[in-house]
């Protein structure tokens, strides 16, 4: 999501939108990027439990 505040600001200073019409533009691409973001997370789980020494520990 924090890829998101680039691209607003870029909208406010190429198309010279205000904050609020940029950030209005860019929420169309929430609803994907949330979707997208939670599949990520849960291959990532599954792969976590699948091969649970697939993650590195650390021992101090």
Not at 1 to 15: K, T
Not at 17 to 39: E, H, N, T
Request: glycine content about 4%.
């Amino acid at each position: 999501m924090a890829s998101h505040l680039p691209g607003v600001l870029g909208m406010m200073v190429n198309l010279k939108l205000s904050w609020p019409a940029a950030f209005a533009s860019d929420l169309i691409f929430y609803p994907g990027d949330i979707v997208k973001d939670a599949v990520a997370s849960a291959a990532a789980v599954a792969a976590h439990r699948a091969f649970p020494d697939i993650l590195v520990r650390r021992v101090k």
